[in-house]
Nanobody
Framework: QVQLVESGGGLVQPGRSLTLSCSAS????????IGWFRQGSKKQRELVAR???????NYGDSVSGRFTIVRDDAKNTGYLQMNSLKPEDTGVYYC???????????????WGQGTQVTVSS
């Protein structure tokens, strides 16, 4: 069953940058709306950023102005560029997307396993 795979997480110092990527585990027709969520310790999973098929984006208040979500439709991959990272950005980051498996078969709300981001000096 096709899944989403996140990569790019790791340990980074405050103020530095990190880029996460999200792609399907196998070849698909197209990746549609893409969202990034995160879950820190003792916190509920929260929306970080989302990008629709037409490129429209929206961001969580805590990351607006620091994070940028982009999509590369040629690679069926989504990216989350994270700048000016803070310790409170620490958490597991999850990618979710609607996937067009073929031109007329869609699987909505597919999630990845998550990638850990730790911001610490």
């Amino acid at each position: 069953q096709v899944q989403l795979v996140e990569s790019g997480g790791g340990l980074v110092q405050p103020g530095r940058s990190l880029t996460l990527s999200c792609s399907a585990s196998e070849n698909i027709f197209r990746i549609n709306a893409i969202g990034w969520f995160r879950q820190g310790s003792k916190k509920q999973r929260e929306l970080v950023a989302r990008i629709l098929d037409d490129g429209t984006t929206n961001y969580g208040d805590s990351v607006s102005g620091r994070f940028t979500i982009v999509r590369d439709d040629a690679k069926n991959t989504g990216y989350l560029q994270m700048n000016s990272l803070k310790p409170e950005d620490t958490g597991v980051y999850y990618c979710t997307a609607d996937l067009l498996l073929t031109s007329d078969v869609i699987r909505r709300g597919v999630w990845g396993q998550g990638t850990q981001v730790t911001v610490s000096s």
